[in-house]
């Protein structure tokens, strides 16, 4: 099935690879692609605020609070 994004700058990210944010970008890059925009939630937790949801290399929090350090909503 062809979507209106293929062979172009935007591309949309393969599932079962690791969501956090910090993966997404390393993989946008390396392709020189723009990612559709997607909802990132700790992979743990299922919070957006949570650190692991912007690297899974830090400790998941398990919490949803503004300003941990590490999360790109701090």
Known sequence: MSNWYDGG????????RCSCHACRNSWARERKKVLLPAFVVCSDCGNKRCPKATDHRLECTGSNKPGQRGSIYA
């Open 9 to 16: 700058v935007y591309a949309e990210y393969p599932a079962g």
